[in-house]
């Protein structure tokens, strides 16, 4: 069974750092783009950060640009996200997700398999 467990969220204060990352059983994972979403409390899922199957291609959300960057180790089936400058409105539960297409996308329906999230708050 294909499976994305993301790690690396916490509590951290307005203005730190995380790095979020994500290991997966993703069948030739280089073959796929791979993605970063989020959802806070009461919202709904929204886009973060897409990396394309090889790492030349990345797009971000206006929200998150110049502060978080995507990454991929396709060697060890992983993609991550550093997280700098975070804010309080950053606090969401963080997905990564596997696409159908190599490329970068920013629509959820191209994402086939997500992972259960990983929590990360921003206190004020």
């Known amino acids: 069974q294909v499976q994305l467990v993301e790690s690396g969220g916490g509590l951290v204060q307005a203005g730190g750092s995380l790095r979020l990352s994500c290991i997966t059983s993703?069948?030739?994972?280089?073959?796929?783009?791979m993605a970063w979403f989020r959802q806070a409390p009461g919202k709904e899922r929204e886009f973060v950060a897409t990396?394309?199957?090889?790492?030349?291609?990345?797009d971000y959300a206006d929200s998150v640009k110049g502060r978080f960057t995507i990454s991929r180790d396709n060697a060890e089936n992983t993609v991550s996200l550093q997280m700098n400058s975070l804010k309080p409105e950053d606090t969401a539960v963080y997905y990564c997700?596997?696409?159908?297409?190599?490329?970068?996308?920013?629509?959820?329906?191209?994402?086939?398999?997500w992972g259960q999230g990983t929590q990360v708050t921003v206190s004020s």
């Open positions: 993703v069948r030739a994972f280089s073959n796929y783009g």
């Open positions: 990396i394309s199957w090889n790492g030349s291609r990345t």
């Open positions: 997700a596997a696409s159908i297409f190599t490329t970068i996308a920013r629509s959820q329906s191209v994402y086939r398999k």
